[in-house]
């Protein structure tokens, strides 16, 4: 919470990973909806600094975070409107992947 009260919600996941994230690390971005600013702002950081990351979205087949990530090793979406679905989903694909 202290990057959100000290730097907004749009830009907590940014100065995170300004803090935290190397040219060694893989960042993996979830957003159901696909239209979070603080994941748009994430996608823009990774892919301006060449930092690893992939995606996870649902809802909207076209939406901005899916759409806008072009470096991700992964855009996986979700073909359903409800959260459940969604996130049932997203969290299948993380114990596949460790």
């Known amino acids: ?3 959100i009260n000290d730097f907004g919600m749009s830009n907590a996941y940014v100065k ?10 893989l960042v993996i971005l979830i957003s159901s909806g696909g239209e979070s600013k603080n994941i748009v702002n994430s996608v823009n950081y990774l892919e301006k600094n060449k930092i690893s990351y992939g995606v996870l979205t649902g809802f909207n087949k076209h939406n901005k975070v899916r ?8 855009n996986f979406h979700v073909n359903s409107k409800s959260y459940g679905v969604v996130e049932c989903t997203h969290q299948i694909f993380l114990h596949g992947l460790i």
């Open 1 to 3: 919470t202290c990057f």
């Open 16 to 25: 995170f990973l300004n803090f935290y994230s190397d040219k060694k690390t």
């Open 67 to 74: 759409t806008m990530s072009k470096k991700a090793l992964f």
